[in-house]
């Protein structure tokens, strides 16, 4: 059993994925949105690599798909909501699908291949998501947290935030094949602190989400537990799966 | 001005280290090796992509090159010398001009574009170049360390060394503009204390140099300011500037 984190898509080995059970992460915001609108009701989430594909699965699937996402942090002319948790109400969402085009997270979903299961993380479900990683590898499956990152570099509130989970499954020090960036993850989350709003606040995510007026969304992002739903991917849809 | 950190060479935005100084950190083992050679009299350092373009350079400048490099670690067949710092002794490289090929960090350093200076660090010859980054500072220049990483992935010990550099040029709390990777480097420097060679062997590049028979080569690279030269890349050769 290995235990694996990649920072970015691009540092993921080409193989890294396959068979594992995978956990994405963009905290800062895809995923934390991605578990508001599921535990509020939405049917399902289609994560798109573009707007445009979004408008294209839209018309596909028809008049009941919400248009949802984010360019430079901004929503996009045209979509019914934004990127941000606090826009994914029950009003809002409630038996809606969405297509979610954002920056990083959504193509770090479409990003991985071949695995046993792919699920998003973030702080928000972050106890649901510890158990089903430790389940995992109870059941003698190798992890990979696979952190969307930003533009292809390091993101911080990613990597703590994986860092988080990991500690949260395994302990400080897993009796488990760890790689280099799942050790970095647990001494960032270890030497940082437990206060996830201000540990993400110190980061570049956090500055450009102030600079457009969207701060608020640090501290629903820094809410441990808030939306305690685990969404899955599969066919192409993130769904809450049946218990 | 500004710090920025790489944790590998992917991660690096398309115009992030223009203008900027950078430093290359491949410190298990290319630029430990590289510093070795130098201080040892090498008259340079040719950095290769690829065994065959080392072959060429070679045949290029005639009989007084070196072919030095590795492939999985372990000496490329038909060389002079692999990519053990061990290996770079007066006797075999003074006065001599090298052609060296490795995986990771001959490649971070073609790799850097458009910079004001590009320089090979370790742990080696950490002091110098550290002084030297802190003159960039003083003069007005951004610093860029940029981690040769392992095989498009994060690698520990290079981002250890980035933060023990980055804490020796300016503490622990540099009061300049960091991305999130130059924080992230400075916890891990802070974290995991100060043993270079403790820190190192719990790597994955480590684990390979043990498993290829060459872990001493671990304690020279943990050997702080042993080589104490400052290598620039100029004209595609690594060399030490007049002083």
Chains 1, 2 share one sequence.
């Not at 963009?26 to 991605?34: F, K, N, Q, S």
Request: charged content about 20%; glycine content about 8%; proline content about 5%.
């Amino acid at each position: 059993m290995t235990l694996h984190v990649a920072f970015t898509p691009a540092g993921l080995g080409p193989q890294e994925s396959a068979g594992r059970v995978v956990f994405v992460i963009d905290v800062l915001r895809a995923t934390t949105t991605i578990c508001a609108a599921l535990h509020h009701g939405a049917r399902a989430v289609i994560p798109c690599d573009t707007p445009d594909e979004a408008v294209r699965m839209a018309q596909t699937l028809g008049s009941d798909v919400l248009l949802a996402g984010e360019r430079q942090a901004l929503p996009i002319p045209g979509f019914h909501l934004g990127n941000s948790p606090r826009e994914m109400t029950r009003e809002a969402v409630s038996g809606k699908l969405l297509a979610l085009a954002t920056t990083n997270g959504t193509r770090a979903l479409l990003s991985v291949n071949g695995a046993a299961h792919v699920y998003a993380a973030a702080a928000v479900n972050l106890t649901v998501a510890a158990a089903r990683a430790r389940q995992a590898v109870e059941e003698g499956q190798g992890v990979l947290v696979l952190c969307a990152g930003r533009e292809g570099a390091f993101a911080l509130d990613d990597a703590y935030t994986a860092g988080r989970f990991l500690l949260k499954a395994f302990g400080p020090d897993p009796a488990l094949a760890c790689n280099d960036a799942a050790r970095a993850s647990l001494v960032l989350a270890g030497s940082l602190g437990a206060a996830w709003t201000t540990v993400f606040s110190r980061t570049r995510a956090a500055a450009d989400l102030v600079a457009s007026d969207l701060a608020a969304d640090i501290a629903v992002a820094g809410t441990e537990d808030a939306f305690p739903v685990l969404p899955e991917l599969r066919d192409r849809r993130l769904t809450i799966p049946a218990a």
